[in-house]
């Protein structure tokens, strides 16, 4: 029987493993850092609505400019950002793969700091773009200088950010991005997935945009808008960006029926952001209770914790499992990470923890 080892796959691929958290049915899923809260019902109802009259016209290809979900997303970010600036796709990932088949590819690379998000070094790895490890300072930090000496030792052709960063849930400084920008002629890209979570006083890096048109920020409506099974991810940039986007787009990408949705579920952004202060509320007590279970909790400006002190991970993983919950294990030695969850499901979390020895 022909295997994946038997097909002329592309040298760089071959011995890797599709990308994946485990998916178990548990009662409570706090793994891959979703918005455990339901939408609420009455945007759950909007959203049927508008779903309704895109099916009525789904015979007949979507808007390819998605022209009203760029408006949306203009008007939710604010910062002087036009439809122009604005750009989606079916997911941020999808984002991410579209700026390095532009910007990336053969004999091109991509500057990363691990850990970091997985995917980065993986759709680098599917684009044909060659990925360099950069190192972080410590509590996983990264300073200006550090930035800088990393571009100027490897001429990355783009530099990937990560702020809050998954999986450690650490801030990055406005200046750090700004002297990379500096120090290179390529592109930078801050992916901010996590952004909403950051503290409210914390300026984004949609305040670097202005004058800087090699910068883009990468953010999605995954996370703080519960919209992950939508698939809706997009970028901020000078509108060149957004036309490089249109270069390596496939046709249609963005159906009719997600347009709709997102749609409308920007008009109702002040409740589909409500849960986010609870949600930060459930981080915030994992950063104090945690510690007093014996286990490090990473100062996270997310929507979970990484929390290290883990003698054996993958047993309290599995005896979590056994306990109906699933939290993250990324081979981190010594460390796991958890979703904060609603109130309920961090109880949950921590009282099955408190029964396992550290």
């Known amino acids: 029987m022909t295997s994946l080892a038997d097909l002329p796959i592309r040298d760089n691929l071959r011995g890797?493993?599709?990308?994946?958290?485990?998916?178990?049915?548990?009662r409570i899923a706090l793994n891959v850092n979703e918005n455990t809260h339901p939408i609420p019902e009455a945007v759950a109802q909007s959203i049927i609505e508008s779903l309704a009259?895109?099916?009525?016209?789904?015979?007949?290809?979507?808007?390819?400019?998605?022209?009203?979900?760029?408006?949306?997303?203009?008007?939710?970010?604010?910062?002087?950002l036009t439809r122009d600036n604005l750009w989606a796709a079916n997911g941020s990932n999808e984002v991410l793969q579209q700026i390095l088949q532009a910007f990336g590819g053969p004999r091109r690379s991509v500057l990363?700091?691990?850990?970091?998000?997985?995917?980065?070094?993986?759709?680098?790895?599917?684009?044909?773009?060659q990925w360099i490890e950069g190192t972080r300072d410590a509590e996983y930090l990264i300073s200006p200088e550090t930035a800088v000496e990393w571009i100027e030792r490897t001429t990355?052709?783009?530099?990937?950010?990560?702020?809050?960063?998954?999986?450690?849930?650490?801030?990055?400084?406005?200046?750090?991005i700004a002297a990379a920008y500096d120090a290179t002629d390529g592109i930078v890209v801050v992916d901010e997935a996590y952004a909403e979570f950051a503290p409210d006083d914390e300026p984004t890096a949609l305040t670097l945009l202005e004058g800087r048109d090699r910068l883009i920020v990468s953010r999605t409506m995954s996370k703080a808008f519960a919209f992950a099974?939508?698939?809706?991810?997009?970028?901020?940039?000078?509108?060149?960006i957004t036309d490089a986007m249109r270069l390596v787009r496939l046709p249609y990408h963005l159906s009719a029926l997600?347009?709709?949705?997102?749609?409308?579920?920007?008009?109702?952004t002040r409740e589909m952001l409500a849960m986010v202060d609870d949600i930060k509320a459930q981080r915030d007590r994992l950063l104090v209770e945690l510690p007093k279970l014996g286990y490090t909790a990473h100062n996270s400006w997310a929507?979970?914790?990484?929390?290290?002190?883990?003698?054996?991970?993958?047993a309290?993983?599995?005896?979590?499992?056994?306990?109906?919950?699933?939290?993250?294990?990324?081979g981190i030695p010594n460390h796991l990470r958890v979703t904060a969850g609603t109130e309920a499901e961090t109880t949950a979390f921590l009282e099955a923890l408190a029964r396992i020895a550290v």
């Not at 890797?16 to 548990?26: D, E, H, I, N, R």
């Not at 691990?114 to 684009?127: E, K, R, V």
């Not at 998954?166 to 200046?175: D, F, I, Q, R, V």
């Not at 997600?258 to 109702?268: E, G, P, R, Y």
């Open 229 to 240: 099974g939508a698939r809706v991810g997009y970028l901020a940039a000078h509108p060149a």
């Open 112 to 129: 990363g700091f691990p850990p970091t998000y997985s995917m980065h070094s993986i759709i680098a790895s599917g684009t044909g773009t």
């Open 316 to 330: 309290v993983f599995e005896q979590l499992l056994e306990d109906d919950i699933i939290i993250r294990d990324l």
């Open 53 to 80: 009259v895109a099916i009525l016209k789904v015979n007949r290809y979507p808007d390819r400019e998605f022209t009203e979900l760029r408006d949306s997303l203009a008007r939710y970010l604010g910062h002087g």
């Open 156 to 176: 990355p052709d783009i530099v990937f950010f990560c702020s809050p960063n998954n999986p450690t849930g650490t801030p990055l400084s406005l200046e750090t």
């Open 258 to 268: 997600t347009q709709a949705a997102a749609v409308a579920a920007l008009a109702h």
């Open 16 to 26: 890797l493993t599709p990308y994946g958290a485990p998916q178990k049915a548990v």
């Open 303 to 314: 929507n979970f914790v990484l929390f290290g002190g883990v003698a054996n991970p993958s």
